[in-house]
């Protein structure tokens, strides 16, 4: 299995001069540092690709014994273009792969291994919050059916945590090929889903501590919850 994290993105929204994955946390670690030492607990960093795109250097500087894909397109094209240079590289493997600014306990890697292990493509939902601004889902047979931020009555949001099965890759990579510079990545899932009938699970891990950091209001609420910690 191959992990990814994805961060390409200039994150403009929560007005840093520098890639949001290096943002500091109350604890005295990164968004990055936190991610991927919760990564190595359970995995090989050896078996991370990390896309970057805005500021590369800065990110590299910091964590000089990663992998990395580059964007060179970071400013013009969406998480769709930037997860498919990573997935082309993983080809004949199951990847989970993270936004780069993502938060999150580190136990729920531990939960989510036997679901790993099934080898079903997956994507970690949050059903305790649906907000208007965050990618949403609906369900049909216990499946995946829509994923976007436009779905109206979601089950619940996506929490920026995804797991594609070894069998499911070569279509999601075509799928990604399909989409729009300006497209998320999940856009890619719900034409894998449409277009070749895949199984994509929804994992509820509401009971975890997991947020994406788009805002700095989502910032001061993971500071929040690390300071109890």
């Known amino acids: 299995m191959k992990l990814v994290i994805l961060a390409a993105g200039i994150g403009s929204r929560l007005g840093n001069p520098f890639p949001k994955p290096l943002t500091p946390l109350s604890n005295g670690k990164s968004i990055m540092k936190m991610m991927t030492d919760n990564i190595a607990h359970y995995f090989s960093i050896d078996d991370l690709f ?76 949050n059903t305790e919050s649906v907000a208007e601004e965050e990618v949403k889902y609906t369900l049909q047979d216990g499946y995946i059916n829509e994923l976007s931020k436009v779905v109206k009555n979601g089950l619940g949001e996506a929490v920026g945590v995804n797991f594609i099965s070894k069998n499911d890759l070569e279509h999601f990579i075509t799928r990604l090929e399909d989409c729009d510079a300006n497209d998320y990545f999940e856009r890619g899932l719900e034409l894998m889903i449409e277009k070749d009938g895949a199984k994509v699970k929804a994992v509820d891990i509401s009971q975890f501590n997991c947020m994406e950091i788009d805002f700095k209001e989502d910032l001061e609420n993971v500071n929040k919850f690390l300071a109890k910690k």
């Open 50 to 125: 990390i896309v970057v795109g805005f500021k590369k250097n800065s990110i590299m500087e910091a964590f000089p014994e990663m992998a990395y894909v580059y964007n060179p397109y970071f400013d013009q094209t969406n998480t769709a273009k930037s997860l498919i240079l990573a997935l082309r590289k993983c080809r004949g493997e199951s990847v989970l792969w993270f936004n780069g600014d993502v938060v999150f306990d580190r136990k729920l890697l531990e939960v989510l291994q036997p679901r790993m292990e099934e080898d079903i493509s997956f994507v970690c939902v």
